[in-house]
C-alpha cells in the first residue's frame, strides 16, 4: 500500500511539474507577437515570459501561511485551476493588456504549484530516494517544457492565440491531484524559531538568483535570435526551445549518477554549460545544427541545477523549514527571471554599445564562466578570502 500511495505521488509530482513548464508557453510566439504588436516595446513583450514571477513570487513567501489555513491538496488544485483558466482567456482574447494580465494571474498558479511540488517531494521522500524523485521532477519540468514548447510552436503558426491551447494541460493535472494526492487536511505552522535558513541556504538561493538571470535569457531570446532563413520561424523556435527542455528530461533522470560525478562542483557545472550554449548561440545564431548544440547545453544547465538546488537547499535545513527552503528558491528564480530582461537589455546597451539578442548572450557568457570558475578556484582552497594561496 505504502509503494502504491508513492507511486501515485510521484505521478502527482510528475503533473504538478508539467504545470511548471506553461510559464514558457508562449516563448516560441514571442516574435509573432511582438509583429502583431509593433506599438509594444521590446522588453514588454518578453515580460510575457517572466511577468508571472511577479505573482509567484508573493505567493512563495506567502505559501506557508495560505497551507495552514486550506491545508495543501486545496491549495494544489487551485493553483493547476488558475493555471489553467489564465492561461486560456488570450486564447479568446487578443488584447496585449489582457495577455500581459493574465500571465501576472498565471503567476500565482505557478507559485502554488512550484513551493508545494517541492513540499510535496520534502514530506513523502528521505535520503537518496529524495534526490531521484527531485531528478523525476526536473526531468518532469523539462518534458512539460518540451511538450509545450512543441506543441505551441505548432499551433502558433495559425495565429499566435492559439500557441494559449497548451494551457489545457493544467486541467490534466487538476484531475490528477483530486483523484491521487492524498489529503491531509490543514496543517499547524510551527514557531518561527524552528523555521529558519542557513548559512548555505542563502549561498544557494543567491546561486540561482544569479544562474536565473542569464538562463531565462534563452527563452526570452532565443526566438528573436535566430538569424538567416530561420528568421521569424516560430515552428523552428519552437523545435529549438523543445531540445532545450527535453535535455532536462535525460539530466533529471540521470541527476544521481551526474552527482555523483560532479560531486560538491555540480551546482558551478551546471552554470559553465550555460556559458558554453550561450557561446555557440553567439557564433552560430543562422546554423540549425549549432542552434540545437546551445539548446543542449543551455538547457543542461537548468535541468542540473534547479533540482541539485532544491535537494541542497532541503538537505542544508530542518524537516520542518524545506517548505520555506522551496520558497526562498522560487523568490531567487522568479526575481531573476522578472528583471532579467531589463537588466540584460541594458546591460548590452551600456558596455556593448547596442540592444541585441547577441550582446545579451555575450555577456551572459562571460558572466556565467567567470563565476563558477572563480567559486570552483576558491572551494579547492587556491584563493581565500580574495587572496591567492601560494602554498
Known sequence: MEFQNKS????????????????????????KIQITYPEVSRELVQMLITAPA?????IAVLSGVVVSIVGKKKLVLLGTLICAVSGLIPFFIGDFGVL?????????????VTVLNTAVVAEHFHGRDRINVMGLQGAS??????????????????????????????????????????????????????????????VIAVLTFVEFIFLISFSTNIAMHISGKYLGDSAVAGIIIGVFSAIQI???????????????????????????????????????????????????????????????????????????AAAAITVMINIGQLISPIILNYLSLYILGEKTTTNVFIIGMVVMFLLPMFLIIRKKGVIRDGILNRN
Open 8 to 31: 501515485n505521488i510521484k505521478w502527482v509530482i510528475v503533473f504538478m511539474s508539467f504545470c511548471q513548464g506553461l510559464q514558457f508557453s508562449v516563448s516560441p510566439v514571442l516574435q
Open 54 to 58: 511577479i505573482m509567484a513570487t508573493i
Open 100 to 112: 500581459f494580465g493574465s500571465r501576472i494571474v498565471l503567476g500565482i498558479g505557478l507559485g502554488i
Open 141 to 202: 519540468i523539462g518534458g512539460g517544457m518540451l511538450l509545450i514548447s512543441f506543441m505551441s510552436g505548432i499551433l502558433g503558426e495559425v495565429t499566435f492565440e492559439y500557441a494559449y491551447l497548451v494551457h489545457v494541460l493544467a486541467l490534466i493535472a487538476f484531475l490528477v491531484v483530486i483523484f491521487l494526492l492524498p489529503d491531509k487536511g490543514r496543517e499547524e505552522i510551527e514557531s518561527n524559531k524552528s523555521i529558519r535558513l542557513n548559512k548555505k541556504a542563502y
Open 250 to 324: 535525460l539530466c533529471g533522470l540521470f541527476l544521481g549518477y551526474i552527482s555523483k560525478w560532479t560531486k560538491q562542483y555540480t551546482l558551478y557545472i551546471a552554470m559553465l554549460c550555460f556559458s558554453f550554449g550561450a557561446f555557440t548561440l553567439v557564433l552560430f545564431s543562422d546554423n540549425y545544427a549549432f542552434l540545437i548544440v546551445g539548446a543542449l547545453l543551455c538547457g543542461a544547465s537548468q535541468g542540473i541545477f534547479i533540482p541539485r538546488a532544491m535537494y541542497e537547499i532541503s538537505n542544508a535545513v530542518d524537516i520542518k523549514a524545506t517548505a520555506l
